[in-house]
């Protein structure tokens, strides 16, 4: 047998020496858990990533993956001081993730087997890894609530909050106008505010953003809260005043170039003019640079609590096993349990 290329012993080399000695193991124990908890829910994370690359509501999830990797690296310090222990506790955190996905699975309610998928690979890391390290990864593991596409259920309500600004626009504008629903009629024509036009999309999008602007540039939570209203309530308005824009263009220019410069502005073209202007007013407020949010190493180190609580850990192989043994045990009974009909 011929000795190993110089090459391949020093790529390999240098791809252990990047991570720590004490990293090696417990990063080898949450692989392998992430890639059975993948393997469980794969029905799942198919679901949503068809959903993120084909449903327009949804593209703004692509995003999410390098962001977390992005506020995982700014951490990167700080992880690197501190030693990983897994966290007995954790395991329960699985257990109920598996729990919400199976009672997806058997229901039919997507939106639960999604979150449930999610939850899984966050409970795995604070199982795997430990509270002290999950603490300091507080914001990229919540975070990664965002790849759970959702929005859909609140669409009506847009439709209809978006109609109501609308026609209130409309009349102030001196044109007459009736309204039905979602249907505005005109002397041009009737106008639909369609589920494409509700705003959803944009809303979701902003309030990702929203959430990582606020935990990353603020360190009070009243200017947190301010900032999350407001990237919620600007959203829906500027969508109410887009769709009154469309059919005050229609009165005066005609119904199909009114269509036609809806289309070309009801894109990202909106967002961004939407994001500028959330982000223009905040922008002085803001009271830290990303790199500073949470907790530092040192920080988390002076909390006894945290201490306290951490102790409690069953060792990393035997958390694997458990997890396993947890996938294993859901994998037998969801093929059993008929999908059950919510009508």
Known sequence: MPPDSPAQDWRTHALT???????????????????????LAAREWGEMLHQWWNIDTYSHILLVPAIIVWLVVLKLQDIKSLTPQSWTPG?????????????????GLNLLA?????????????????????????LPLSFAVFLVPFGDEIIPQLQTVTAAIAIKLTEWSGIPAQIDGIYI????GLFIVAEAC??????????????????????????RAAFLTAAVIIPIIANGIRAWGTIYIAQFQGVEFAA????????WVFFAIVVGIVLAGAWRFFEMDPEDYGYSSVELG????????????????????????LV?????????VAPVSIG
């Open 260 to 267: 036609g410069f809806d289309h070309i502005v009801y894109g």
């Open 17 to 39: 020496d990047r991570i720590p000695a004490d990293w090696q193991r417990p990063m080898l124990g949450l692989t392998v858990g992430w890639v059975i908890l993948i393997a």
């Open 185 to 188: 009629d005109t002397p041009v």
């Open 198 to 223: 509700s705003g959803v999309r944009f809303l979701i999008a902003m309030i990702a953003l929203a959430v990582l602007v606020a935990f990353t540039r603020f360190q009070s939570w009243s200017r």
């Open 114 to 138: 999604h979150a449930g998928a999610v939850g899984m690979l966050q409970a795995a890391v604070i199982a795997i890894l430990g509270l002290r390290i999950s603490a300091l990864l507080f």
């Open 302 to 325: 002076k909390l006894g609590l945290l201490k306290r609580f951490e102790s409690n850990s069953i060792g990393l192989v035997t958390t694997v096993a458990a997890i396993f043994a």
């Open 328 to 336: 294993v045990s859901a994998s037998i009974l969801a093929p059993i």
């Open 91 to 107: 395991l329960a955190l699985v257990a109920a993730a598996l729990g919400l996905w199976f009672v997806g699975r058997i229901t």
